[in-house]
């Protein structure tokens, strides 16, 4: 018995490199290299307004995609195919040393000067900053429903959650899609331990969005119910950036894109249903037309609601009214 565990022990070899065969046969084995820079040679196309942006229809995508047709202000979408290694080039990399999208570039940035901007959160912040009058991240006066202490406090509020879905929902929920849809089919071992490890996380932070939108906790140390009872929105009772960048992998889950057949549903593995307060927050928000058409920037198409006809295209169903 100790021969046979000490064999089953896992000893790591004394280079990672030896190890990179064994990620053969996920769906990003042609684009994962373990160096930074552009591979490609090629500028990122420019359109006639001065916000550019370069995304892909996904949750990361999404947020800021969502954000924008809230502030309703004129930008050009470009779709940057991730699966073709496009991040990788040179105009891309010169707007996102990171290669990830979203990566967006403002050629009316501080000073008049073009601003390249890499991190979907990073862009919903700046956005917010540079448009303070639409109110979506509490600064102060605005609408006159704050007083300036008030403002403060809901600021502080809405960016730690802005955060939290920088720093945990968004990883966390990729890397269990990841090991759930995309892993190498022969790696049950190591896709049975990611799947589980991560997706236990997941139900743990879909429990953290529960119980914040069932009235437990008051942002004053308290884990408490609150007198106030059950939330409409993440921030002070007011839609906010920080549903808008909390929704996205929520919808990820509880729609197809971790579908596969004969796979159960995410929704379904996952349990969703015992977050009922969640739910009705996603269809609350995913209700909106700014909501369903910041879902499919990018997808396919820059803006493919732009078509005559098209439901929600903004001349039939109006712009966004924060």
């Known amino acids: 018995m100790a021969r046979e565990e000490e064999k089953a022990k896992w000893i790591p070899p004394e280079r990672i490199e030896d190890l990179y065969k064994a990620t053969d046969g996920n769906s990003f084995t042609g ?38 047709e809230e502030l309703g202000i004129a930008y050009d979408a470009h779709v940057i195919n991730i699966g073709k290694g496009e991040q990788f080039s040179s105009g891309f990399v010169g707007a996102s ?24 959160a990073a862009i919903m912040l700046y956005l917010c900053e540079k448009y303070p009058d639409f109110a979506v991240l509490p600064t102060g006066w605005e609408r006159g429903k ?16 802005l955060f939290w879905q920088v720093g945990s929902q968004g990883s966390m929920t990729g890397n269990f899609g990841h090991f759930m849809v995309y892993a190498p089919p022969g790696q049950v071992d190591a896709r049975n331990y990611g799947v589980a490890r991560y997706g236990m996380e997941v139900q743990r932070l879909l429990d953290v969005l529960e119980r914040h939108l069932a009235g437990i906790g008051d942002f004053r ?19 906010s950036v920080a549903d808008m960048a909390c929704l996205p992998w929520v919808l990820m889950l509880r729609g197809t894109g971790y579908d596969r057949p004969g796979q159960p549903r995410a929704r379904d593995f996952l349990g969703l249903g015992r977050y009922p307060n969640v739910s009705a927050w996603v269809d609350r928000l995913a209700s909106r037309p700014a909501v369903q058409r910041g879902m499919r920037v990018c997808a396919g198409s820059p803006k493919p609601w732009l078509k005559d006809g098209h439901p929600l295209n903004p001349a039939t169903v109006g712009t966004s009214k924060l």
């Open 221 to 239: 140390g308290s884990p408490g119910r609150c007198a106030s009872g059950p939330r409409t929105f993440l921030v002070g009772e007011a839609y």
């Open 97 to 120: 040393p990171n290669s990830k999208i979203p990566a967006a570039v403002d050629f009316d940035g501080p000073g008049g000067e073009p601003m390249a901007l890499m991190e979907g």
């Open 31 to 68: 684009i994962n290299q373990p160096t930074a820079g552009p591979r490609s040679e090629s500028p990122l196309p420019r359109g006639e307004t001065p916000f550019q942006l370069y995304s892909l229809a996904t949750p990361n995508g999404w947020k800021v995609g969502i954000l924008l």
């Open 146 to 161: 704050f007083t300036m202490q008030a403002a403060a406090r809901l600021r502080s509020e809405c960016l730690q959650w």
